[in-house]
């Protein structure tokens, strides 16, 4: 063979690869920030995944309701107040727990994997707004954003509010876009099951309204709109209707005076000056002076198109739904954790991307830096994150699971929660970690999980003290009667289950 051709060679298929770059820049590009989200959010995964009381007691009652073959007919408890939510987070998690159901963090991957869908979501719904070169810019804020890579191993409600609300703005751009029934029909039902998820999402009441006014429906339409929107709150009103419309009066109650027996900080100085730049910054930025940056950077733009008359219908909603949520925000009484406005990331990321193509266009130079900074503030933030992270509980609970194991083979466990244990997220996880090797039983081995005790208070031996200040107990010498009698409670995951779904069976309501 000739060498003088091989360069020769060598030289076209660089042109033919380059051609084909060029000509599917957008679809390599799409594949690239999807897969730089995956890395972001699976990357040391078993020391990320989020492991405390919630989302141990959320992980039960999914694998409980799979295993048992119950359907879950109430969600968890608001801390807001006496009220729950509807069931569909636990439907969610007993779903993706279906899947595969031999391990236990089954759910939280699935979370995580949502948050993939998050940042393909969100491309679709600025593709659908500005075109290809906004869907790549708010796919790249959004794959490495602070608060979606951190909340993304994150077992709890509010995580699910994540993909529900990013698919309620693109559901919502498309029936703008077309009006057709399909789209009418899909957005206030995703609004609808993200509140039902947590009732953060109330703040998307504003996206359910604001399309409807740009672009009027008919009269089937809009009753198409409205079954969306109830049918799923149906199981929530079927549990209030069977109890004396317990959440009504309990929502009732922190409405007129629950809300106001915390004191929160609520000037709109402070809102407006201190709590949205951090928020912001923790969605996009990762440092609070991008924060000021980015609203500043918004505000310019939107008064400049405004005035320019540049904003298109599907812009004007998410400028005004956003505007909307952003004042009932600001009469909210209860705290604002950065984790509680995970509703409002889709405005937040197509904002900001929105300002910064504006400005490329103006010119390019600046557009790219500032563009630049928030990517590279906000990976700081993220290799912090996920270098950092220690999932001290998680292998506290193996320690004991593997213990147990050893020390009682060829047993099962029924674990009870000794007086006086504040610590209960660690019986949820043992209770957890036992059931995936199936080890519990509801009349095993009994094991007594709490803090020390004085010895005349306890009179079963000791199993083990762990550096947590909680001991393991040996308490099979003892009948359950004798253990409830002692203040013991059992606390197996078909207890936990039990609690959490009926809990309202033995009480006047």
Request: aromatic letters at 16%; charged letters at 15%.
């Amino acid at each position: 063979m000739d060498a003088n051709k091989i360069p020769v060679r060598k030289l076209i298929l660089m042109k033919k690869i380059v051609k084909f770059c060029a000509k599917h820049w957008f679809g390599i590009s799409s594949i690239l920030i999807l897969l730089l989200s995956a890395v972001l959010r699976f990357y040391n995964y078993d020391n990320r995944f989020a492991l405390a009381a919630d989302q141990a007691r959320d992980a039960i009652i999914g694998r409980e309701a799979l295993f048992l073959h119950r359907i879950p007919g109430l969600g968890p408890f608001s801390q807001a107040g006496t009220f729950v939510m509807g069931p569909i987070w636990y439907w969610l998690v007993a779903l993706s727990s279906a899947f595969y159901p031999f391990s236990i963090i089954t759910p939280w991957i699935a979370v995580t994997i949502s948050f993939i869908g998050v940042v393909y979501v969100m491309m679709l719904a600025a593709k659908e707004l500005g075109g290809k070169y906004l869907s790549i810019i708010v796919g790249i804020f959004t794959a490495v954003s602070v608060l979606e890579v951190g909340q993304s191993t994150n077992l709890t409600n509010p995580s699910g509010i994540a993909i529900l609300s990013a698919c309620s703005v693109y559901f919502a751009i498309r029936y703008i876009r077309t009006q057709k029934s399909t789209y009418i029909f899909l957005f206030p039902l995703f609004i609808s099951l993200a509140i039902n998820v947590h009732l953060q999402a109330l703040g998307l009441l504003p996206l359910l309204i604001v399309p409807l006014v740009i672009k009027r429906p008919n009269f089937k339409q809009l009753l198409i709109a409205a079954v969306a929107f109830i049918l799923p709150f149906t199981p929530l009103i079927y549990f209030d209707i069977r109890n004396k419309l317990y959440d009504t009066r309990s929502m009732l109650d922190f409405y007129l005076y629950g809300q106001y027996r915390i004191y929160v900080p609520n000037r709109w100085l402070t809102y407006v000056g201190s709590y949205w730049p951090n928020a912001w910054s923790s969605v996009v930025g990762g440092d609070k002076i991008f924060g000021y940056l980015a609203i500043i950077l918004v505000i310019i733009v939107c008064v400049f198109s405004f005035w320019k008359r540049k904003i298109t219908g599907q812009m004007l909603a998410i400028i005004s739904s956003f505007l909307l949520s952003f004042v009932m925000l600001r009469y909210f009484r209860g705290e604002r954790f950065d984790g509680y406005i995970i509703f409002l990331h889709p405005f937040i990321l197509i904002l900001t991307g929105w300002a910064c193509l504006e400005l490329f266009k103006f010119n390019r130079f600046v557009g790219i830096l500032i563009i630049a900074l928030f990517v590279l503030g906000s990976l700081r933030i993220d290799y912090s994150t996920i270098n950092n992270s220690n999932n001290s509980m998680q292998r506290s609970v193996q320690y004991w699971e593997d213990l147990l194991i050893k020390r009682y083979p060829n047993k099962k466990f029924a674990l009870y929660d000794l007086p006086d244990n504040q610590q209960w997220g660690f019986r949820l996880a043992l209770g957890l970690f036992l059931d995936e090797k199936g080890k519990v039983s509801e009349n095993g081995y009994k094991i007594g999980i709490g803090n020390p005790l004085p010895r005349d208070k306890m009179f079963h031996p000791k199993i083990i003290s762990e550096k947590t200040g909680l001991d393991l107990w040996d308490l099979n010498s003892s009948s359950s009667a004798q253990l409830q009698s002692e203040g013991a409670k059992f606390v197996n995951p078909s207890a936990v289950y039990d609690d959490v779904e009926g809990w309202y069976k033995n009480k006047k309501l």
